[in-house]
């Protein structure tokens, strides 16, 4: 049967009312979830799920509060539904890696964050998060690459610089350590764990060009 177009009209504001009213209700429950709301942040998520079930993001939405809780299950379930609905829904992957941090199962976690980055490269909590998770397993050299390409978007960000520098220093690139940690010194001359780490780079270097010397 074909439509008329008074039908077909009347379908496209249902259609446009159904949309508006699921982004009400998603808006609504992450303003919930950001007071700390959670019960009714819940039941504006799960309308919301409800009106648009094909939507990753008031799944999203319910694995965020399921983190915050403390309702490490809830928030896996919640995140994976979501990776489900859209397979490169970065939000879905960043959660996700932040339950396995929390659960201490790094190399998942690792796994995830990177995946988010792929998807994301401007997701400083995924790249904060990679940062952590690399440090608790030892495992430096993609991280740096994240790192290099959000600073050349944001170069002014010191503690993102600051993680860089840091890793530059694990890695024995002493040089472009310094390089990194005068950067964060300019921006931030009141950051004194840079200031420390600068001063240590120094020495290191110093005694590095002396045995080269000798």
Known sequence: MTLQPEQTSQQSDVENGIDQHYQVMKELGDCYTALADFDRGRQCYRQAA?????????YVGLGVIGIQSESL??????????????PNCAEAYGGLAM????????????????RCLELDTDNLVA????????CQMGTFSKIIQYLEVYLDRHPGDASVLFCLASLYVK??????????????????????EAVNLLAEV???LIEVHSQGAA
Do not use: C, I, W
């Open 202 to 204: 120094q020495e290191r």
């Open 50 to 58: 409800a009106l648009a079930p094909e939507e990753p993001g008031p």
């Open 99 to 114: 339950v396995h941090q929390q659960r201490k199962d790094y190399q998942p976690a690792f796994e995830m964050y990177l």
């Open 171 to 192: 890695e024995g690139q002493l040089e472009r350590a310094r390089e990194t940690l005068n950067a964060v010194v300019a921006l931030d001359p009141g950051k004194a």
């Open 127 to 134: 790249l904060l998060g990679l940062f952590q998770t690399s």
């Open 73 to 86: 299950e809830d928030a896996l379930a919640s995140f994976e539904v979501a990776r489900r609905l859209d």
